[in-house]
């Protein structure tokens, strides 16, 4: 038993659940242990996907899995070991794309060890939501997807609300 880590991971569960009960665009289920150390998040916001006619459109609903491995505390986290991409499969963003192993994987930037749930949460519903995007290709996982992003910027954000679903001031 780690204390330290169990007293992180109560904090991030305490954080992140005041947050998702004060949005109407988060839903937050804790998976694993007690203290939680997994999440599914379910983020009710537009973003954009390829239909089956290769059309790109607005679709309802983002998830992602949030997983705290063991030694988050002390080591710098591969974001592979923390973030996964659960749906939609066609989800056409730069930060979404394929990977090793054919999994599929969402790209929020760089984490470091005790990047707060809050914050994971946060950054995934801008990639979600399309706040947030890589318009360079060398950085995107989506080539396509990216140089599209730059040739479309009208379509972005596909949904600009912010988590809390305030449209911007």
């Not at 009710?44 to 006619?53: F, I, K, N, S, Y």
């Not at 394929?98 to 950054?123: A, F, N, W």
């Amino acid at each position: 038993m780690d204390r330290v880590l169990d007293g992180f991971l109560e904090e991030q569960w305490r954080e992140a659940s005041a947050l998702a009960a004060r949005s109407s665009l988060l839903t937050l289920v804790p998976v694993g242990g007690s203290p939680p150390d997994r999440y599914v998040a379910r983020f009710a916001c537009r973003t954009l996907v390829r239909d089956p006619g290769g059309a790109i459109v607005e679709a309802e609903g983002f998830e992602v899995g949030i997983r705290f491995p063991p030694d988050y505390l002390r080591r710098k986290p591969s974001l592979i070991d923390v973030i996964s991409f659960l749906g939609p499969a066609n989800a056409f963003l730069p930060n979404v794309g394929p990977g090793p192993g054919g999994r599929t994987y969402l790209c929020i930037g760089e984490i470091y060890p005790q990047t707060p749930l809050v914050d994971l949460l946060l950054r995934s519903y801008e990639i979600a939501s399309g706040q947030h995007l890589t318009t360079s290709e060398g950085d995107a996982l989506n080539h396509e997807a990216c140089a599209w992003a730059r040739a479309n910027p009208r379509r972005f954000p596909s949904d600009p609300r912010t988590m809390l679903g305030k449209e911007p001031s």
